[in-house]
């Protein structure tokens, strides 16, 4: 990716290690903004049109407020049903239209290959907040960015990795997209855990083999003491034919206090995507971890709203005139830190 400025982004085929690391680096100049410090207007004027034709909170919500908090306004679209694509309207329509009314668009739609499809009638970029079971690229640069800072405290990088990615490891697009991004730094080793029917797709474990990355298969939590991070993933029911079908799989890999002391050593950072599914059958991140230090996944949901800004800023041009456009705050803030 030789530059943002008016690109889509899709999928993380598009980075190299350069680009990751160019979004880390203007990530981290958000934070003040972020943290409500300052205000910036630098997108006065500009509009996001927020296209969720799937179930989602936080990624459409940080979208929005990533975009808000440059300064920009946004327009949502929310659920196939309340959309002209209802009414049999095609992705290349859609997009010819709503490219019209905004200068750049987040879009996140259930089946695989439709934000691409859709970035083909786009004039204005495109950003993937969700193909399907397929990839979900900026969760995979929040996901990096949070394993990045979580794992600076002990003066690590992100060579040299130890991953344990467990649940549905078929259908979850944030572990294809996590997995294939961890594949441009060094020395990754990945233990993938799931059961058989839900295991990484084989163009993923290709990919990690391929760029020489140790690749580790198991049905059942182990070998995984060495773990620095245990990402743990949901049952994504909406892609099975049914219930029932979930349901033979929810509550497979539990994990909570004990089974963390039992299985990781002590300083293994527990990370998540969200929503976790927190009913009795499921629960697989379990609210005895809620306070435990390395439990990040609100990290991982604050880091979101960063890392989207600097995808704003680098897709529209404006990463370096931030600051240009600062104003003071006036209101009441709780001085949250990110
Ligand atoms: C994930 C998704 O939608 O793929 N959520 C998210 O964007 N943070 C994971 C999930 O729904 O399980």
Redesign the pocket.
């Known amino acids: 990716m030789s530059g943002f400025t008016g690109q889509h982004i899709l999928s993380v085929n598009q980075f190299d290690r350069e680009a990751v690391e160019k979004v880390f680096s203007v990530a981290d100049t958000m934070r003040p903004y972020a943290n409500r410090d300052k205000r910036t207007q630098v997108l006065d004027g500009a509009i996001l049109g927020n296209l969720f034709f ?6 459409r919500v940080s979208f929005g407020t990533a975009f808000n908090l440059l300064g920009g306004e946004v327009r949502e679209t929310t659920g196939m049903s309340n959309s002209a694509l209802a009414k049999g309207e095609s992705l290349y329509d859609t997009a010819r239209v709503l490219s019209g009314y905004s200068d750049i668009i987040a879009m ?1 739609h259930p089946q695989a290959g439709s934000v691409s499809e859709f970035a083909q009638g786009s004039r204005v970029p495109v950003i993937n ?2 193909d399907g079971a397929n990839e ?1 690229p900026t ?1 995979a640069l929040l996901d990096l960015y949070t394993i990045a800072k979580e794992r600076a405290a002990s003066g690590a990088g992100i060579d040299n990795l130890h991953i344990a990615m467990i649940g ?1 490891l078929k259908y ?3 572990v294809h997209s996590l997995a294939k991004m961890l594949t441009l730094f060094s020395n990754v080793q990945f233990t993938l855990i799931s059961p058989k029917d839900l295991a990484m797709p084989d163009s993923v474990c290709d990919a990690i083999e391929n760029a020489g990355h140790t690749l580790r298969i198991s049905e059942q939590l182990e070998g995984i003491v060495e773990a620095d991070i245990c990402y743990q ?4 029911e ?1 892609r099975f034919s049914s219930q029932d079908e979930a349901n033979k799989y929810r509550g497979k890999f539990r994990l909570n206090q004990q089974i963390y002391t039992q299985h990781f050593k002590s300083q293994t950072v527990i990370m ?6 927190s009913r009795a059958e499921a629960n697989e991140l379990d609210n005895d971890l809620n306070l435990h230090p390395n439990l990040a996944i609100f990290r ?2 604050d880091n ?1 709203v960063l890392v989207r800004m600097a995808l704003f800023a680098l897709t529209l041009g404006v990463e370096d005139k931030v600051k240009d456009f600062d104003r003071p705050v006036h209101w009441y803030t709780n001085k949250r830190t990110i």
């Open positions: 799937e179930a989602s909170t936080r990624t996140r907040g969700g979900h969760q549905d979850g697009r944030t993933t949901r049952i994504q909406e998540h995507p969200l929503p976790r599914d991982q949901t979101g």
